[in-house]
């Protein structure tokens, strides 16, 4: 497992933006997958953005995508999750999380690290 923490949740108006950080740290070597999800009170825990470590691909749920884009940064240890043009619904508690590599279901699924969850409020 790898300790994930996340950074950058906040408060932010209908149509704002926020970035959000997660660091990882211990044991990373066997990790290929990172992912953003996040959970609403009274729903299910939604995968939002996934990155491919070794290539670089991206996935994206279509709530999010063309507004959220997930990318690492210059290193290795850190993702990052940019939230343009926020809307009512974005409003959710955000999870960092990370799988190894190895066979999966999906690109939603496997994961076994998570950080603590930041929060994000969008208000209109």
């Known amino acids: 497992q790898v300790q994930l923490v996340e950074f950058g949740g906040g408060s932010v108006q209908v149509g704002g933006s926020l970035r959000l950080s997660c660091a990882a740290s211990g044991d990373t070597f066997n990790y290929k997958r990172m992912g953003w999800f996040r959970q609403a009170p009274g729903k299910e825990r939604e995968g939002i953005a996934t990155?491919?470590?070794?290539?670089?691909?991206?996935d994206y749920a279509d709530s999010v995508k063309g507004r959220f884009t997930i990318s690492q940064g210059n290193a290795e240890n850190t993702v990052y999750l940019q939230m343009n043009r926020l809307k009512p619904e974005d409003t959710a508690m955000y999870f960092c999380a990370a799988r190894s590599g190895g066979y999966w279901s999906g690109v939603w699924s496997g994961y076994d690290s998570w950080g603590q969850g930041t929060q994000v409020t969008v208000s209109s």
């Open positions: 990155i491919y470590i070794p290539a670089g691909v991206t």
